[in-house]
């Protein structure tokens, strides 16, 4: 029960890494807002872990969503917010970066990095007046090694990665701990949008030649590392990239 009765927020969490998240946290011990903008699919994930979690429609990119969420969960949970993961993320399709148009960009930058200036905004007064309080930001192994096809959204985790380096210098001195979580390519909904053509075994062999532990990231993988950042065991963490990627980066 390594975050039991901590108050926890994690967007994007209907499905993919947000869902193994909500799921981890809850099983030790924490309340759960389950946010997405796919309101069946929190609904459904919030049911199923039971009492200890709650379902929020929000779309990330609207800061009047974010301030609902915040004000939903404080009003089902007691008022306290201990740990945001910030996990909500989109990417353009693998491709040449002259075919990604500009809607598309804004697309991902809305949701990769925007979103993030909201919550920030939304949760910091609240965690300085606890004077505690922990922020994951889900960036990627995109962000420090990128691979072709995905400028755009390389970019965006880029920033994330950056942006959560530079929260942790400026909150530090308020007890607010901020760190980034880097996946490798991951078996999620947006696995073929990243590969940039079709999931078959002999597509995925090109993105695995490149990982030195043979396998793409699983939810459960990223769920372990944002249980470890965000419980008193990573007390003295803070500002660091932390890759789950099985080698890629090395």
Request: hydrophobic fraction near 45%.
């Amino acid at each position: 029960m390594r975050l039991k009765d901590k108050v926890t927020i994690v967007t994007g969490a209907a499905s993919g890494f947000g869902e193994g998240i909500a799921r981890l946290y809850a099983a030790e011990g924490a309340k759960v807002a389950v946010a997405d903008i796919n309101a069946a699919g929190a609904k459904s994930v919030a049911a199923s872990i039971g009492a200890n979690a709650i379902a929020v429609t929000c779309d990330v990119t609207k800061r009047a969503d974010i301030d609902a969420l915040v004000q939903a969960t404080r009003d089902a949970f007691g008022g306290r917010i201990d740990v945001v993961v910030n996990n909500a993320g989109w990417t353009h399709r693998n491709r040449p970066l002259l075919e990604v148009d500009e809607a598309t960009f804004d697309k991902v930058y809305d949701i990769n990095v925007k979103s993030i200036f909201h919550m920030i905004h939304a949760i910091v007064p609240l965690m300085r007046q606890q004077k505690s309080g922990v922020i994951l930001n889900v960036g990627s192994v995109a962000g420090i090694r990128p691979r072709p096809g995905l400028t755009w959204y390389n970019s965006s985790k880029g920033a994330v990665n950056l942006m959560s380096k530079s929260l942790a210098v400026e909150l530090g001195p308020d007890n607010i701990r901020v760190n980034a979580i880097c996946p490798v390519i991951g078996v999620t909904g947006l696995l073929e949008e990243f590969m940039g053509m079709p999931d078959t075994p002999e597509n995925r062999k090109k993105f695995l030649a490149t990982i030195p532990l043979g396998r793409m990231s699983t939810p459960i993988d990223v769920a372990r590392a944002a249980l470890y950042l965000a419980s008193d065991d990573a007390e003295f963490i803070t500002g660091v990239e932390f890759p789950v990627d099985g080698g890629r980066t090395i």
